[in-house]
């Protein structure tokens, strides 16, 4: 392959800038036309590592590096080598031991010494294959046997004058299957694949996406001799070059187009208006709010206000931890909605946390003159119709419940603000059915308990307006957290038995086991009787919840913890969302080591709700792996949901996080948000500044970024709604 000098991708660069797509119609063969290839290992390609084009080939990027650049002297071999290169000849082959143990030793010497290859199987392969005096480039990983120094299975390449000195280049490695390996597609096959094509391509064929001024700003690679350089690199710097190049790339898309979908909603897309702070809301604020806001709650509560005023369709994300009071603010911004002649909508998950909406909401409006309902679900008969004319005729003011809002039957006569709580739960096609409510579409307000790393905010909810509500009301005590083995277990029961005594409840949580819905309950089912042992009738009384329950047992059983008739709540993970008793205060997380950082933080803020000092203790077994450990000490360490899901990130990787796996935001081949956060930072910063002078990208430098996601099958999923 000839090797190109930087100036002339320079050049290419300038020639191409406007071209019109992505790659060249080369690169849009069907893989199989590839010489090496053909229509069985092409099947193969597409089957296992979903290689259908050349295209595909060129965007499969090695994940290490070998250095075949340096050739060793056999005299200056220690030993603790990893993988060394020689160069010389095979001066004696022997066949070695009996039966099974049989193997094939070759006696290779260079001008400093000599050295032992040694072949356990295919060794007759080898045997017919080897010549002795003929030069040979060896390569492999070198081990000490019986005190003498030898290559196993090393690799053997005839000497030829292009390889005299070593390869030209790092060898790439490249991930493979079993069934590709079977049918010869191993490591070293596709990258002789990949070299293959890049013979065939020129750098025109590979065509820039970034304006000059960034590529400049950044002194990154351009994208044709990244595409080269990432495959076939001279050193480690060309490779790290490369890299960082195509990851300023993958990110650098992403954020333009998410800037882009956020820009054009603040100019093109209509809202109502919400010009007016009327009579219901001053009422509310001044005579019948509970407590002072917090300056967080202020500072979100006038950002929901600006968002209402320009004409503009607010599409806003509130984020804050449990208890942190969101429902508040979302209760003021209904307010600020009924004041200006709209209806308003709250939609939550669940039916249990539908109700706790309802009933709060119902209880701080008592002495207003608002009028408040509760759909979901198992509401039926007369009283939906009854619902659904208030609803239509606008007598009902604000309408709380589940997905049940979403369907057809249930129409408004003014909806001008739906509120979705907890929104990771709702897919996307089902949040946006909230937009066909009214004419124009209402103002939307997602809230989430789960808090959201920064550089995931950006990635995934980039196009959105983002809220933080980072204070606590006054009077909440952080919860107190402790780690626990099995061998404490009676004096963590006897610490539960001194809160029951003082009034308080308590929670004992068990994991839902993915795919084992009956190990589920077993275990559930044994912890029971074990709480049961340790707390006996009539002295304390157990409520039980769990998924196999029937929803009407499921609700009784909530409903007399919630109520105080129940002491301590045996339940799965269904308490994870949706139960509010400001009254329990001791939270037992059973098999803590089987749930991630976030569900572990979402488990806690269910104490902690009351004046009371609350308590959360996390159960384990005697031994625990390190990333076990890690969690825990973390959730020891910090209340701060923030922290913890930024940990909880690095440790599980982004495509964990709740609702992110199904996005299809976090597919890139190379960029890691957590580690490549500098360049996904520059990155933003260039896109949000190329975009607020060119929004349309009709400028001549951005001529070929615009050509490229023209060209792109669009990906932006979190246009729909959020």
């Not at 299975?153 to 030209?168: C, N, R, S, V």
């Not at 061998?487 to 308590?506: H, L, N, S, W």
Request: hydrophobic share 40%; glycine share 6%.
């Amino acid at each position: 392959m000839v090797i190109l000098p930087f100036a002339f991708f320079i050049f290419v660069l300038i020639k191409t800038e406007t071209a019109i797509s992505t790659f060249t119609p080369i690169l849009s063969n069907p893989i199989e036309y590839l010489k090496g290839v053909g229509p069985q290992k092409g099947e193969l390609l597409r089957k296992e590592i979903q290689i259908h084009t050349f295209g595909d080939l060129l965007q499969y990027f090695p994940f290490r590096y070998v250095d075949r650049t340096r050739i060793d002297k056999i005299a200056s071999l220690s030993g603790y080598e990893d993988f060394v290169q020689i160069r010389g000849k095979i001066i004696n082959m022997v066949v070695m031991g009996e039966n099974r143990s049989k193997r094939l030793v070759a006696t290779f010497k260079d001008e400093s010494g000599t050295i032992d290859l040694v072949w356990f199987q295919g060794w007759q392969w080898m045997q017919k294959s080897l010549r002795e005096n003929v030069a040979y480039l060896v390569f492999g990983r070198i081990s000490v046997f019986n005190s003498v120094t030898q290559l196993a299975h090393p690799e053997m390449d005839l000497l030829t004058e292009e390889i005299a000195t070593g390869k030209q280049f790092l060898e790439p490695v490249y991930y493979t299957t079993e069934k590709l390996k079977a049918r010869g597609l191993t490591a070293k096959a596709i990258g002789k694949l990949t070299k293959t094509l890049l013979e065939q391509l020129s750098p025109a064929e590979i065509r820039e996406n970034i304006p000059l001024e960034v590529l400049q700003q950044y002194r990154l690679m351009p994208r044709s001799l990244a595409y080269f350089k990432i495959h076939l690199p001279g050193n480690e710097d060309e490779a790290r070059l490369a890299q960082r190049r195509l990851k300023f790339e993958e990110l650098f898309i992403a954020q333009i187009r998410i800037c882009r979908l956020k820009l054009k909603r603040h100019k093109q897309s209509h809202g109502y208006i919400f010009g007016a702070v009327g009579e219901s809301f001053n009422d509310f604020y001044n005579n019948h709010l509970p407590f002072s806001l917090t300056g967080a709650q202020k500072r979100v509560l006038k950002e929901i206000r600006m968002d209402t005023v320009h004409g503009r369709q607010m599409n806003r994300l509130l984020q804050g931890d449990v208890g942190s009071g969101k429902t508040m603010v979302a209760l003021l911004a209904m307010l600020l909605a009924k004041d200006n002649g709209f209806q308003a909508c709250l939609m939550a998950p669940t039916e249990i946390l539908s109700q706790q909406h309802f009933k709060g909401l119902s209880e701080l409006l008592q002495k207003m003159d608002v009028n408040i309902a509760l759909l979901t679900g198992s509401i039926k008969g007369k009283a939906r119709k009854q619902i659904l004319a208030g609803m239509l005729d606008g007598s009902i003011h604000f309408l709380v419940g589940t997905h049940a809002l979403l369907e057809k039957e249930v129409q408004f006569k003014n909806l001008g603000l739906a509120i979705v709580d907890e929104q990771h739960r709702f897919g996307v096609a089902q949040r946006a059915r909230l937009w066909e409510k009214n004419n124009i579409p209402p103002h939307i307000l997602v809230m989430t308990a789960t808090p959201i790393p920064r550089t995931l905010a950006m990635t995934i909810y980039g196009d959105l307006d983002v809220s933080v509500i980072d204070e606590m009301p006054p009077g909440r005590k952080p919860i107190t957290t402790v780690h626990r083995t099995e061998y404490q277990r009676p004096q963590v029961m006897d610490f539960i038995k001194e809160e029951v005594k003082k009034g308080r409840q308590a929670y004992v949580v068990y994991p839902l086991i993915e795919d084992s819905e009956k190990l589920d309950y077993e275990n559930l089912m044994k912890g029971y009787e074990e709480v049961k042992a340790f707390f006996p009738e009539p002295q304390y009384y157990i409520s039980m919840v769990h998924g196999r329950q029937p929803a009407e047992m499921r609700q009784t059983n909530m409903h007399r913890f919630v109520t105080g008739d129940t002491n301590i709540m045996v339940a799965t993970t269904v308490i994870e969302v949706g139960v509010n008793v400001p009254n329990a205060s001791v939270m037992v997380i059973e098999s803590t080591e089987r749930f991630g950082l976030s569900q572990l933080h979402q488990l806690r803020g269910r104490v902690g709700r009351g004046a009371e000092q609350s308590f959360c203790i996390l159960m384990t077994g005697n031994k625990l792996n390190q990333v076990s450990k890690e969690r825990i000490n973390v959730m020891v360490q910090t209340n701060d949901g923030f922290i913890i899901s930024e940990k909880d990130m690095e440790l599980r990787g982004p495509g964990d996080i709740e609702g992110t796996r199904q996005s299809g935001v976090l597919d890139f081949k190379l960029a890691d948000i957590i580690n490549d956060k500098a360049i996904l930072d520059a990155a933003r910063a260039s896109a949000e500044k190329i975009l607020e002078d060119d929004t349309d990208l009709v400028l001549p430098e951005n001529q070929s970024l615009k050509d490229f996601l023209a060209a792109q099958r669009s990906k932006s999923i979190w246009s729909k709604i959020s």
